[in-house]
Each structure stands twice: as C-alpha cells, then as structure tokens.
C-alpha cells in the first residue's frame, strides 16, 4: 500500500480538461507555469509513455538542480504520474484532471516524498509552496489559452 500523499491539493479550472492536460504534457510551455523551469529534454521513450525517462534542468534561488524523471502512469486526458530525482531527494507528483462541465475542470496535484537527505519537514514545507505556485499557474496558463 502507497503512503499518504504529503501535498494533496485541487484547483477548478475554466478550460476543458483536454487543454489542461495539454499544458502539463507538453514541454514547449513548461516554463510557463512550472517556476525555475529552464530546459527538458527526452533520454528515452516508450510507445504508451510509461516507463519513459526524461531529464528536468530547475533553477532555484540561483541554484541549478537536475532531475532525473520517469513516467510512471500516463492515462491521455486524465492522468499523468512521474518519478523526479536529484542529489537531495526523490519525489512522486501526479496530476489528476476530471471533468466538472464542458468548460470547468477540476485538477488534482498529489506529491509524495520518497527519499531526502534534508530534514523531510524542510522539503515538505519547501515543495508545499512551489507545488501551490505550480496549481495556480497552470490555471492562469490554461485560462489564458481558452481566451485566445
């Protein structure tokens, strides 16, 4: 049995949820709602996306940190779960996306910390505020494209 999520937060978007899945797959718009987010690139990837490994180069407070990832569930429109690790810990996030309306989605981040040579409440407390961020800006990212 998987432990609890230590952030487990939701957001209702006005976009349809193909949109928002959109945006947080697509890795051309990453840096527009992923803060830090300086380049990603593909290492390998498998026909149904599961199992696919990818690297993530992040700035924070001037630091650079780079993320191995790996997706870990991938469901096209609903959901996406992936593995990151870097020097100081190893995190598991999924993006959960449900239709509430045509044009109104509900999107569910869960982020779980799997190792840490930090203090845990330390990364928790940090990744809570990002991962905050990260909701709002998707929803700002995806609001802004049904505009368009």
Partial sequence: MEKSPFFMESIVIEAPKELIFSVI???EI???WMEGFKEGRVISKTNDLVGTEFEEIIEV???RHV???RI???EKDEKIKVSLDEDDFEIKIEYDVERLEKNKTL???KCWLLNTLKPKLVVEY???SRLEKQLQRIKTT???KVKK
Avoid: P, T
């Fill in 25 to 27: 797959e697509d890795g």
């Fill in 72 to 74: 870990l569930a991938y």
């Fill in 30 to 32: 990453q840096n527009e």
């Fill in 107 to 109: 999107l569910i981040l």
């Fill in 142 to 144: 995806a609001e802004s």
């Fill in 67 to 69: 993320f191995h990832g």
């Fill in 126 to 128: 940090y990744m809570n």
């Fill in 61 to 63: 407070d001037k630091r």
